[in-house]
């Protein structure tokens, strides 16, 4: 008897018939085998074998390049910055070229946090001439020292300083007490929107500076809504 190569488990009575197909299938076996030796040695070869220079080369330039690009943007920024600065100080003899806006005032990124009562606020009317000239809008208190031409007493919105009259801001009742006020019950949204325009005129003016904000008081319900002014007298 022969063993069947492609099952060593079967016999066949050896014939002459059976010495072809024998012997191909012992062929085909065998060729299996040296094909599966082969790939288990390309495979032990690959692990084995070192990352070559290119390649890591390849890799690390990836990794540095994009790791990098945020460096040299913020690197290339300063240097920009600096050029500036430097540039400033030797042409105009300030490294700021003359700017004294709110964007180089600490208080800007730092803004005070003090709450002022309407008492306290009424003292920045600027009729102290020791004292800085302050306003509220919708409760947040500015300091308008530069301009006290316009908010000082003899300036001709100075009914503004020292108090809260964000209503005043939209009805231009200026010389009606119930409009210098906070209260803006009967306003429609038109106004309100206008007067919300007022405070990012505030928050954004380069000379103004935020300070603080006040302890608005209470509006009591029962109370009437102030009257529109009627003559051109109370403007």
């Known amino acids: 008897y022969d063993i069947d190569p492609s099952d060593p488990n079967r016999k066949v009575k050896h014939k002459k018939i059976n010495t072809a197909f024998l012997k191909h299938q012992r062929w085909k076996a065998e060729q299996e085998r040296l094909e599966q030796e082969h790939g288990r040695a390309n ?21 540095t390049t994009g790791r990098s690009l945020p460096f040299l943007f913020v690197k290339w920024s300063l240097v920009a910055v600096l050029c500036a600065f430097g540039l400033g100080q030797f042409i105009a003899g300030d490294a700021l070229w003359g700017y004294r806006g709110k964007y180089v005032q600490k208080e800007t990124f730092m803004p005070p946090t003090r709450m002022f009562t309407p008492a306290e606020l009424a003292k920045y009317d600027g009729k102290d001439e020791l004292k800085p000239i302050y306003l509220s809008i919708l409760g947040h208190v500015y300091d308008v020292t530069p301009g006290k031409w316009v908010y000082g007493p003899k300036g001709s919105y100075h009914f503004f300083a020292g108090r809260d009259a964000s209503r005043a801001f939209v009805t231009g009742c200026f010389h009606t007490p119930s409009h210098l006020s906070h209260d803006l019950r009967g306003l429609n949204k038109d106004e309100v929107a206008a007067i919300e325009e007022w405070k990012n005129f505030f928050d954004n003016h380069q000379r103004y500076k935020f300070v603080g904000k006040l302890d608005l008081p209470r509006i009591s319900k029962s109370s009437p809504i102030p009257k529109p002014c009627n003559t051109n007298a109370d403007k």
């Open 43 to 63: 495979k032990t070869k690959a692990q084995s074998k070192p990352e070559s220079k290119s390649d890591k080369g390849k890799a690390d330039t990836t990794t």
